[in-house]
């Protein structure tokens, strides 16, 4: 039958290469489904500590004694630099004098005051001198206090940059202090993820260099403002650090998540790319044999394997996944596997028939 054809197409002058029909492209097949799908990103964040704070002198002194090491842990109210204070503690015992003082002369004149062996006004000059001694009293104790340096909160110190000795000024570094039981992590985040970001949100951050380890936390608050260059919003997240483990300065990746919506989704091998245009073949099994339609998508997000089909595919449609590069708009295919989940091209390959995995 074959040679007659053949014999026929060339007393009517057509090529015995067309006459013979191309048999179908066996084709590996999946259908668009519709699955919930959650947009993530990842957001790259600087670590600081709960409390942080560079300690140093608030008066030009010299440093008589130093009581702590680098790296120790300390309580707040803990004395760490003392400084020269002769002179206000010699002010401090005069002051202290002159108060018993004006407090005696104030106690006795109001006594006599009450037997009226003294006047009103004088009572009024010893409480004004008992008030003014007072108030020198607590100027004294705080020019003493500014020579000692207290630790404002429980912490970490940093390294000690001082040495007894050293004559210190207003605003030198003596050394840092952090309080590391909570760190706080500083991220920037597209404002497209403002509505799944609240106060409380549970999220897990890794580190590179504590090799990826998991950090839990939660979303503390967010900035009142978004940014109108980036528009990005930032973001602070609270990370709970039992072990210490996590220091200020270090970069911490978050994936975030934006609430999952039904979407309609393919297989990334489905994509048939053409300069800034997606395409994917369609096949069509309402014609014998099945035929393919190039069609033309609009493609939304994407995850590991597939991706978002916003335009160009309705559900259910089969979409080809594996033989593309055979097929133009209208060829003629044969379905020889039908993917159903993550099937491997190899087990898609054992599905289909000797024939035609021999086509691939």
Do not use: C
């Not at 670590?47 to 009581?67: D, G, K, Q």
């Not at 680098?70 to 005069?94: N, P």
């Not at 007072?134 to 340096?149: C, E, G, M, N």
Request: aromatic share 4%; charged share 20%; proline share 5%.
């Amino acid at each position: 039958m074959q040679l007659k054809a053949i014999a026929i197409s060339m007393l009517l002058g057509v090529s015995p290469l067309l006459a013979v029909a191309a048999p179908p492209v066996p084709v590996f097949v999946k259908a668009a489904t519709v699955e919930p799908f959650a947009e993530t990103i990842e957001a790259l964040g600087t670590l600081r500590a709960n409390e942080a704070v560079t300690l140093s002198a608030t008066v030009t002194e010299t440093i008589t004694a130093i009581h702590f090491d680098d790296g120790k842990r300390i309580k707040a109210g803990e004395v760490l630099v003392e400084m020269t204070s002769e002179e206000e503690h010699a002010q401090l015992e005069e002051a202290r004098s002159t108060l018993r003082e004006a407090e005696r002369q104030y106690q006795r004149i109001k006594g006599l005051v009450k037997t009226n062996l003294a006047s009103q006004s004088l009572l009024d000059e010893r409480r004004a001198a008992y008030e003014t001694a007072q108030a020198k009293l607590r100027a004294t104790q705080s020019r003493l206090q500014d020579r000692l340096v207290v630790a404002p909160f429980d912490g970490v110190v940093g390294l000690r940059k001082i040495s007894v000795g050293a004559l210190v000024t207003p605003g030198e570094a003596i050394t840092t202090l952090d309080d590391d039981s909570i760190m706080k992590l500083d991220m920037s985040v597209p404002a497209i993820f403002l509505g799944s970001l609240q106060p409380g949100l549970k999220i897990v951050a890794v580190a590179e260099e504590l090799n990826g380890q998991p950090f839990e936390g939660e979303i503390a608050s967010l900035d009142s403002r978004v940014d109108p260059v980036t528009r990005a919003i930032g973001v602070r997240v609270l990370l709970s650090n039992p072990q210490r483990h996590l220091k200020p300065g270090m970069l911490m990746t978050v994936t975030l998540q934006k609430a999952a919506v039904d979407s309609l989704m393919i297989p990334e091998e489905a994509l048939v790319q053409e300069g800034f245009n997606q395409y994917a073949f369609v096949v069509n099994t309402g014609t014998q044999p099945a035929t393919v339609s190039k069609r033309k998508l609009s493609i939304g997000s994407r995850r590991p394997g597939a991706v978002v089909v916003t335009q160009g595919i309705k559900p259910g449609e089969l979409v080809v996944t594996h033989g593309v590069m055979r097929l133009n708009q209208g060829t003629a295919v044969t379905i020889a596997a039908t993917q159903q989940g993550e099937e491997t091209l190899e087990q898609l390959l054992q599905q289909s028939s000797p024939a035609e995995s021999g086509a691939y």
